[in-house]
């Protein structure tokens, strides 16, 4: 079975992100706006999910268990750096 990257990319790049962003709360630009701090890292999401469609990574074809892998390593990103 054969999958795109859209989608394992898309949790890798949440689970990478929020892992970051809780290891290291001061690389937030509004430190004492909550609001503002969530817009800031949905806004990086956005912004890293848009390079990967422009540069056609998310339209690689492969096996689901390369897929199943990545998805698995973003989860464990963000665990472990919490």
């Known amino acids: 079975m054969k999958w795109k990257l859209r ?4 949790i890798f790049v949440c689970g990478l992100l929020s892992g970051i962003y809780q290891y290291f709360p001061s690389i937030t630009l509004f430190q004492s706006n909550d609001f ?17 469609e422009k540069l056609a ?5 492969v096996h689901a268990s390369v897929g199943i892998a990545i ?7 963000d ?4």
Do not use: D, H, T
């Open 7 to 10: 989608i394992p990319l898309f």
């Open 71 to 77: 998805i698995f390593a973003g989860v464990m990103i």
């Open 57 to 61: 990574i998310n339209e690689k074809v």
């Open 79 to 82: 665990y472990f750096l919490i």
């Open 36 to 52: 503002l701090r969530s817009m800031q890292f949905i806004g990086s999401i956005v912004v890293v999910f848009f390079l990967l």
